[in-house]
């Protein structure tokens, strides 16, 4: 056999084994649908119906009845924000769940004045195994639910109190030198971490901590309880859209969400079409490269 | 070499897609199941500091509450019971310090007013107070020095924060301690004024109580009267109090008899009894001649007409939609109908102020903003003269009324194409009107607009789109203006037929079936094709055979030594004896199998090829002559081959295969 027809075997089966591992292996990436492993949000999307949004060019044209879920971990451009103003603006209620990620760079454009700390806030005392997992226990108003647990969080500023929804407890402290001690300058006590307001028509309800929707923290405590009251009255059936175009991907996933492009591209008649005409062309061609005779053949004579 | 290429590659590429993940900035969370249990003992003593400060600011509903968290708290299990010791002893104190203050105020007034009958048991009472607030510091304490101990605080620095947060709170239990203390020292000062009060030879007073009537309606007035005697003896122009459960309510001097008599009114208190008590003590000069006396007790009984309100409410509510409810109410005793005031509220708020005499409905709005939950519907009337205000309540649960759709979609569809779609919308409460039921199919969207019975119509056109048939997805919308219907969405799967995709799709496959066939040699097609067409004279050419690949070469062989002159005589006569096998076979559909030998075959075709199988035998033995003899052919075996290739094949004719 030539080298060039090893090499082109050795090809086809490289790309076929390497679409067949982007398909069939599971995302293990933060906050991704697909992703069924502890950091995942498989359990809560399947909970409510998420849709994933790979792109905001995909947001219903109604707000009223979606609600969208964005975790923002890489940077909005001026277009999406202006996408996610105009879809709050309109009547939407956007949950806003951020820690350490790009939260404020949207707050800022929809005129709220509420920011996240961006440090970690820390409890040792009203915790959940160590000082990263803060309980939170006190709500307003309050609902059915006694008790969330945090996992790695962050504290938000400037909410007026009629605006919290929940409260650390008065042991808990902001780590602003990520020294993990409090240290004398740093602020403790009670500190929201849960916010709602109305922005336009639409709500806005902004969250320190997105780790609560995670496979392995939805159904700590009441934590799935608290999530579904953000989302708000279940009889209203709303579309929930979460955001991942603002989570960082591994090349995985990246490959995972243009295979499943490409495949949705293709499975359209005009390129299955397409493709048909270059397999019977390629055919074709490679019949008559070959040669021999086709129908009857003309008699000796 | 070329199984190591492929293997090396394709594990490179699993290689690089597995370790991808890694590549990731710090994380924002971690797995819990994952990380091992710390505990804080600073933090744990820290936050028992602050309750201890609420304990010595007096502030037992902040303790209680400060502590009631405690279950919430991340300790160490075998800390539990020491936790739950510090948590019950603290509480106690906190309570006892209240108390205990109260009842040394209680005392002070008791000691200064010679009130030596009252004053005794609520000294043992302090006293008892006392004891368990200490009992209960010490076992505060002891929790702190086992929780101490389980932090290992004795091993820490002296100026440790840990050390220094267990020190700063066994210095507040000590506090504690130091403040009953006091409260002791207060209590033994009073102690030592009681027993001055005691030890001088006072006299002793008796102060007598009448009153009149007994049986009293709130708002009447009742005359009380009595005398004030020592030794039995009348004491003049002396003050005696007169007390309404403990509280002073009017006040009557003494005549020259010692008699005293005063008048109050029933408070509208709306309480079934009332205990009525004359008090002398004495006051300035008195004080050290006199003891003070407390009359009996004397129970009035208090009538009014106590209202009983109930009401009969929707237990489901709409925000913005009206509510009714129904309140009635009865009266005991029986009591004569007089116009009443009355207020709605619904939570806090108040939506209705109404005064009637009678029952009545009530229709309310709940306010359109109201949010979505239980709420409760308080209908309150305050008491008016003998009649004790009234209040009832109710629980609301306020939702949204469930929309419902009905729309004639269909269930097969042919794109592009429009057709006419009505339905309605209504819901529990009625037809919507003015609703916008949006209509969407891919990226087009039609509105419509519900009319006031709740029904729409128009006509939806679906355009032009890239699929063939499929099944797709309708979405239908209603956004209601009412604001106590809710939203719905509605999607139903169709079946989409693409006319004109499909129309070029099918004339592609068409194209293409009548084109490949053409081609490319589909060999069983042709194999049929020309089992209709062959024909004898074929057989006998062989030219039937060329369009076999596999044969090709063969049967150009053949042709050649059937028909040409200047080959071998035994080649041509096998070539013939070849052909007139695979004619024969074809003719007959028997097929010389493996293990037969050409004679066998022959004798099998006998049934179906009749007397030609003579001559296809006799031809056999000439090949078998050839083949195992050793014998050389020669022209007349040729034309003996030939002329009985020519019969059998007259044969096969005449028997019409």
Known sequence: MKVHNILFIVLAAVTAVSLLCVWFVPSVQNFMIGNTMWNGIRVFSDDVSATQLDTLDNMQEDPGTSILISVPYLQYSTDELEKIQSFVNGGGTLLLADDYGYGNQLLEHLGVTIRFDGKPVLDPLFCYKTQWFPKIIEFTPPGDFQLIILNHATALHNVLAEQVIAWTAESSYIDSNENLTWDEGEIKGRLPVAAKTSVGRGTLIVVGDPSLMINTMINYADNFAFVNHLLGDPNEKKNVLFDTSHLSQTPLDTSKTELIRVYDVMATPYPLVAIILVIFIGVSIWVMRIGGAVGKQPQNS | MKNKLIGSVTGAVIAVIMLAEPVLSAEPHEDPLKIEWEYSGLELFRYYSVVLDEVLKKDRDEVKSQLDNMPYVNLPPDLTSATGAFTESIKECAELIVTIEKELNELRVLVQQSRILEANPLENQIIADLLTAHRAVQLGENSIVTMGRAFSVDKEELNSPLRL?????????????????????????????????????RLTTEVSLIVEPIDVFVGDYVQVK??????????????????????????????????????????YEYSVSMDVQSLYYPQEQDTTTYLASLSPKIALNVHFYEMFLSLDIDEKGYPGYETTFKARWTYQPTAPTIERNFEVHIDDVVVVQLSTAEEFIQKIDLPPDLQL???????????????????ARGVINVSKAVTGLSINLPKIMLVPWHFDVNGSVVSELGSLQMALVKVKYTSSTQEFRSTDDGSFKGTLRTHYTFGLVGSESWTVEVIPQEPWNSPLLFSQKILVINGINCGIFLTLLIALGIIVPKKFSIRNFQLAWRREKIQPEDAITGVHLAVLPVYSETAANMQTLGSGSDV??????????????????????????????????????????????????????????????????????????????????????????
Do not use: C
């Not at chain 2, 033994?188 to 005691?198: E, G, K, P, R, S």
């Not at chain 2, 008491?383 to 004790?388: C, I, K, L, M, S």
């Not at chain 2, 199998?593 to 296809?616: C, I, S």
């Open chain 2, 568 to 657: 071998a005589p035994v080649a041509r006569i096998f070539s013939w004896y070849i052909l007139l096998i695979r004619l024969v076979q074809r003719a007959t559909r028997i097929i010389l199998k493996p293990h037969q030998t050409l004679r066998e075959f022959v004798n099998g075709t006998r049934k179906t090829l009749g007397p030609a199988t003579d001559y296809l035998l006799e031809f056999t033995s000439l090949v078998e002559k050839l083949l195992y003899s050793g014998e050389q052919a020669s022209d007349k075996d040729v034309d003996t081959s030939e002329q009985l290739t020519r019969q059998v094949q007259d044969g096969l004719k005449h028997e019409g295969t």
């Open chain 2, 226 to 267: 009595g005398t004030l005697t020592v030794k039995g003896q009348p004491l003049v122009n002396r003050k005696v109090e007169i007390m309404l459960n403990g509280l002073t309510v009017a006040t009557g001097i003494t005549n020259g008899n010692g008699y005293y008599e005063a008048t109050f009114q029933v408070p």
């Open chain 2, 373 to 391: 939950g239980l709420h409760s519907l308080t209908v309150t009337s305050s008491a008016e003269g003998r009649y004790a205000s009234g209040i």
């Open chain 2, 165 to 201: 947060a267990y020190t700063e709170v066994i210095q507040k239990i000590s506090s504690i301690n130091t403040l009953f203390d006091l409260y002791h020292g207060i209590l033994n000062n009073l102690q030592i004024d009681l027993t001055a009060v005691i030890s001088k030879s």
